[in-house]
């Protein structure tokens, strides 16, 4: 067996002030997708309202849209699939992040309790250790199972159809504008080569911007990386904070940083990734990996 499941109980914070989040830690599931604000007891948190985003009546009733068609597709989901076949795929990044927490808002609408669908996670000696920290606030958040495999995602998925051969398809927060994600469909087979298993991305219209609209407009908790300059997150070996957001008097960062150099740089010579002008420079922070 390859996998190791914490449940939400179990699971312990070591960093909780890379997260961002305006719920203190301790917030019940019943109240985790609630989009009503209050401040938290937490002082190690920060206040969504740290990063102020002004949120049009136009922008607000497209990000409505969204969701209702995201919850459609759950509705073709759960036509097809029953919920114990059913899986999600967490990398600790936003556009997860925003599905996470479309399919804990929906499951609580329609009464299915959120263990029912399990969290797949990959872990990475390379991973940022912030990223790790918010895969755990989340699981408690959200009050869900978490189920940790290592090595790739091709590879994490074999061991668990091996070892959770009910699980038939994989919720994944992929977006059309993804690599290798232009041409894929909501619901799609893995390839011939990959473990068989059923992609649900219901993700796949939205951009860049909707994202962190959706995020602002919900009070969703995100990784404190995305405050610092970072807009993809890949490994620490490979991701930098996105030079277009770099304020012209700052030095370019280095990664692998001593973390709290690294923040506190970050703090003071990026902006957020929620003011990328242009969201086809989404990934200039990713290295080319040898």
């Given at each position: 067996m390859n996998k190791c499941c914490i449940q939400t109980q179990q699971a312990t914070l070591t960093k909780s002030s890379n997260i961002v989040d305006i719920y203190s830690s301790s917030s019940s599931s019943s109240n985790s997708s609630s989009s009503s604000s209050r401040g938290s007891s937490n002082g190690s948190m920060s206040n969504?309202?740290?990063?102020?985003?002004?949120?049009t009546e136009a922008t607000r009733q497209h990000i409505e849209r969204r969701v209702r068609a995201a919850y459609e597709f759950f509705d073709r989901v759960l036509r097809l699939y029953d919920v114990s076949q059913l899986i999600f795929c967490f990398n600790g990044g936003k556009d997860c992040t925003v599905l996470l927490d479309l399919l804990m808002r929906y499951c609580r609408e329609h009464g299915i309790a959120s263990r029912q669908i399990p969290m797949l996670y990959i872990e990475s000696d390379d991973s940022f250790p912030e990223i790790d920290d918010f895969v755990v606030h989340c699981v408690r958040r959200y009050d869900v199972n978490l189920i940790k495999y290592k090595d790739s995602l091709k590879v994490a998925l074999t061991h668990m159809t091996e070892d959770m051969p009910r699980i038939k398809a994989v919720f994944v927060g992929s977006r059309n504008t993804d690599p290798y994600c232009q041409h894929l469909q909501p619901m799609q087979k893995t390839d011939s080569d990959w473990p068989d298993i059923m992609r649900l991305n219901p993700l796949l219209e939205w951009s860049y911007h909707d994202i962190w609209h959706y995020i602002h407009m919900h009070k969703?908790?995100?990784?404190?990386?995305?405050?610092?300059?970072?807009?993809?997150?890949?490994?620490?070996?490979?991701?930098?904070?996105?030079?277009?957001?770099?304020?012209?008097?700052?030095?370019?960062?280095?990664?692998?940083?001593?973390?709290?150099?690294?923040?506190?740089?970050a703090v003071a010579c990026f902006k957020p990734a929620w003011e990328l002008a242009d969201p086809t420079t989404e990934r200039a922070g990713r290295l080319n990996r040898k």
């Open positions: 969504d309202d740290d990063y102020p985003v002004i949120i969703v908790p995100y990784c404190q990386l995305y405050a610092q300059g970072y807009t993809s997150i890949g490994y620490r070996s490979n991701t930098l904070p996105n030079p277009h957001l770099q304020h012209s008097s700052c030095s370019p960062a280095k990664p692998a940083a001593a973390p709290a150099a690294a923040a506190a740089a």
